[in-house]
C-alpha cells in the first residue's frame, strides 16, 4: 500500500460530505476502522469513502447502525473490499432491503385505508386499541404494523 492510499480524517471527511466527528463516531461504533501512524493520527483507506458511502445510503433507507454494523462485518479488514466482496455484501443486503420495502408497502396500504378513509369504524380500525389490548404484543401501533388485532368479547 502506498502512503498515496491512506487518507487523513479531515481528507476523507471532505471525500465524504459528512464531519470529522461523525467519521469519529464511525469508528468508535466499528463501521471504519483506520490505521494510525508513528504520530498517532488516523489513516483512512481509500476504500473507507465507499463504507462511508454506503453507512449513508443504508441510513437514508432507514437502517441503523447496528443493522448497517451486521452488513459491513462482511467486508474484509485490512484490505479494500473487491467486486466480490461488494456483491456478496449486497446480495445479503438486499434481502434486508427487499424485506424492509415489503413492510413499507404494507404499511402504506394499511394507512391509505385507516386514516385516510375517514370511516370512524372502531370494529375496523387498526388504529383502534381497545384496554391497550395491542401491549402483549410489543411497543408501537402494533396493528399498523402487522399483527392481527385482539378479539374483543364487546365487538
Sequence with gaps: MKKTDLLSIGELAERTGISTSAIRFYEEKELVMPARNNGGQRR??????????F?????????????IGVQLK???????PNKADWTKLSTHFKI??????AKMN????RLEG?????CLSLNKCQLYNAGDAAASYGRGPRYV??????Q???E
Design 44 to 53: 483512512f483507506m481509500r476504500a473507507d469513502i465507499r463504507r462511508i458511502s
Design 55 to 67: 453507512i449513508l445510503v443504508a441510513q437514508e433507507f432507514g437502517f441503523t447502525i447496528a443493522e
Design 114 to 118: 385507516c386514516m385516510g378513509c375517514g
Design 96 to 101: 434486508h432491503l427487499d424485506a424492509r420495502i
Design 145 to 150: 404494523m402487522g399483527d392481527d388485532p385482539i
Design 74 to 80: 462482511r467486508l474484509p479488514e485490512g484490505r479494500a
Design 106 to 109: 404494507a404499511l402504506r396500504e
Design 152 to 154: 374483543t368479547l364487546d
